[in-house]
């Protein structure tokens, strides 16, 4: 209870210590000559053009009694404005700076402001003079196109963006997918957020276009093109110790039935399985119990229907089939063979995989492992 009452008082603070006869609660903990110390004027006052803004920015005051910065101008109507600036409102890129962004100008001549720094007790500092002039609006669209960034995630881009001035522009985004089909993308980007760039292929590099487009003014950025490098997916990625399918064939009475198997590597956790008729199956020399999930990164020129046998002599009738599509980028399977095998309760056997029923399929299989 003691908390909230000081951070009530605190609050109270705030809104009533601007003024120059400062509350007796403040004047009770702040000794009244330290209270009304002179404040420094600020150093190093910047104040920049941008979209249909300013941006206002100096080096943060030493003193403890620092509030709040007043920045004063004489608007296009020759009205007197006044905007308090809060100590807290610190650059993000540096926390040694106070930074502001203030917006509302409707045209683009140039304004003289004073910046002066404002104690809680209300002491003001010796004014700052400075001038800027305002970014006309269309130039929003190419501000917010400026601040874009992609970045690599699995078979994905994160999409960030800033928007400082709420700005209410698109951002469209044009790519090839995974599939090889042209994408179109687009986001609201009238305040920053995250988005993802979803179904890229791995192992190239994707270019994605993306453009700035305000919807008000009808007008539109020229395409920018980020070049993104998708990241593997946790099955592209070989792991020591994990019992990959069909390390070692059995002959029954061969290891390959109208099919040729080629690896890729010494660890043959990949390779490339070539059907050659109308019946293609191998047998997996496999003396580990097996997991409920079967898990398979492939490329393949044909669709075709994946078969498992977990039985011997190998029974059609408890082996669970799965249609696998035509893809030429790596695809995953992720499948639950919990139930499928009728009686089977796991042990030590030699799975049987039947790799379609036609001649003139291939197959790249990548990482395939029950788990």
Not at 220 to 242: C, H, N, S
Not at 276 to 293: F, H, S
Not at 314 to 323: E, L, R, V, W
Not at 360 to 365: S, T
Request: with cysteine; proline share 6%.
């Amino acid at each position: 209870m003691k908390k909230n009452i000081y951070a009530i008082l605190l609050l109270g603070l705030a809104v009533t210590a601007c003024n120059d006869d400062y509350t007796e609660w403040y004047q009770d903990e702040v000794p009244e000559a330290e209270a009304n110390a002179p404040m420094e004027k600020l150093q190093n006052v910047m104040v920049e053009p941008f979209v249909s803004s300013v941006i206002v920015s100096w080096d943060k005051p030493a003193s403890e009694q620092y509030y709040y910065t007043l920045l004063s101008w004489t608007d296009g109507n020759g009205v007197v404005q006044n905007r308090k600036i809060s100590k807290y409102s610190v650059d993000p890129e540096n926390p040694n700076r106070i930074r502001s962004v203030v917006g509302g100008f409707t045209d683009t001549n140039t304004y003289n402001f004073t910046l002066t720094a404002c104690s809680y007790s209300g002491v003001q500092s010796e004014p700052v003079p400075a001038s800027a002039a305002p970014q006309p609006s269309d130039a929003a669209k190419d501000y917010v196109l400026s601040t874009v960034t992609l970045t690599n995630d699995v078979e994905s881009a994160i999409v960030n963006w800033k928007n400082e001035i709420g700005a209410t522009i698109n951002l469209v985004f044009t790519y090839v997918d995974k599939s090889g089909k042209t994408q179109t993308a687009t986001f609201d980007a009238s305040v920053p957020k995250t988005e993802v760039i979803k179904n890229l292929p791995i192992e190239k590099t994707t270019v994605i276009t993306c453009k700035a487009v305000d919807p008000a003014l009808q007008i539109e950025t020229e395409p920018v093109t980020f070049d993104v490098d998708p990241l593997l997916t946790e099955w592209d990625i070989y792991k020591e110790g994990t019992n990959y399918i069909c390390t070692t064939l059995w002959s029954n009475p061969g290891p390959t039935n109208m099919c040729d198997i080629v690896y890729k590597n010494d660890t043959k956790n990949e390779f490339t399985v070539t059907t050659t008729g109308g019946d293609p199956y191998c047998w997996w020399q496999n003396t580990t119990p097996l997991g409920n999930k079967f898990v398979m990164r492939y490329k393949s020129n044909k669709g075709f229907t994946f078969q498992i046998f977990l039985s011997f002599p190998p029974d059609g009738n408890i082996a669970p089939t799965i249609k696998l599509n035509k893809t030429s980028e790596w695809e995953t399977v992720e499948w639950d063979l919990t139930g499928k095998f009728g009686e089977w309760q796991g042990g030590l056997i030699y799975p049987r995989f039947d790799w379609g029923s036609e001649s003139g399929i291939i197959i790249e299989v990548r990482n395939a492992h029950f788990e």
